[in-house]
Nanobody, 115 residues
Framework: QVQLVESGGGLVQAGGSLRLSCVAS????????MGWYRQAPGNQRELVAQ???????NYADSVKGRFTISRDNAKNTLYLQMNSLKPEDTAVYYC?????????WGQGTQVTVSS
């Protein structure tokens, strides 16, 4: 059972930056897939950014050029650097990993962007 703990969320003004962290209980290099998702009130959970074990990344169109996904295998940590934040980025952000054919989710961290 993989445990994921997100942190780094908070309240920020539009145009500001935040860096989210997701610490895994297992080595991140063992995962086939790692990603960040978000869910705003009344909306479905959506993919924000993803990284495959090869290092290939993919981003939602709404965050391209503003968000960067990365990982530090030595720290078992996945990151999401978020720059030029907009009010529409307000949501609970979750990390997800796939390992051994199973998906695991963190508990989420709230990001609120004020206008």
């Amino acid at each position: 059972q993989v445990q994921l703990v997100e942190s780094g969320g908070g309240l920020v003004q539009a145009g500001g930056s935040l860096r989210l962290s997701c610490v895994a209980s297992e080595i991140t290099s063992s995962f086939n897939f790692m990603g960040w998702y978000r869910q705003a009130p009344g909306n479905q959970r959506e993919l924000v950014a993803q990284m495959w074990s090869s290092g290939t990344t993919n981003y939602a169109d709404s965050v391209k050029g503003r968000f960067t996904i990365s990982r530090d295998n030595a720290k078992n940590t996945l990151y999401l650097q978020m720059n030029s934040l907009k009010p529409e980025d307000t949501a609970v952000y979750y990390c997800r990993v796939n390992g051994g054919g199973r998906n695991y989710w963190g508990q989420g961290t709230q990001v609120t962007v004020s206008s």
